[in-house]
Nanobody
């Protein structure tokens, strides 16, 4: 059974950093593209970043480019999201997602599996 388990969320002050992790099991992680999405209260889920199966290609939303970094460790079946210079508008539930494809994908319908999410709250 497929599982994506996010961790590392919490409360941080503006300007601070957090590192999210997503541990994957139940599918072939090493050949799957991965992504992070987020959903703020009252808003639709939005794309944050994605990484290809080998980690050699990434894409970021304009709102996080230069502040967030996605990475993966295929030996550990884990994808990471390093978030620096956090802003109050980054407050959201962050979701990890896996796609059967190997490329990078910015649209949510292209992902096959989703985690339960982890809350990130940035105070001003």
């Amino acid at each position: 059974q497929v599982q994506l388990v996010e961790s590392g969320g919490g409360l941080v002050q503006a300007g601070g950093s957090l590192r999210l992790s997503c541990a994957a099991s139940g599918f072939t992680f090493s050949t799957s593209a991965m992504g992070w999405f987020r959903q703020a209260p009252g808003k639709e889920r939005e794309f944050v970043t994605t990484i290809s199966w080998r980690g050699d290609s990434t894409s970021y939303s304009d709102s996080v480019k230069g502040r967030f970094t996605i990475s993966r460790d295929n030996a550990k079946n884990t994808v990471y999201l390093q978030m620096n210079s956090l802003k109050p508008e980054d407050t959201a539930v962050y979701y990890c997602a896996a796609a059967r494809g190997r490329s990078t994908y910015t649209r949510a319908p292209l992902y096959d599996y989703w985690g339960q999410g982890t809350q990130v709250t940035v105070s001003s």
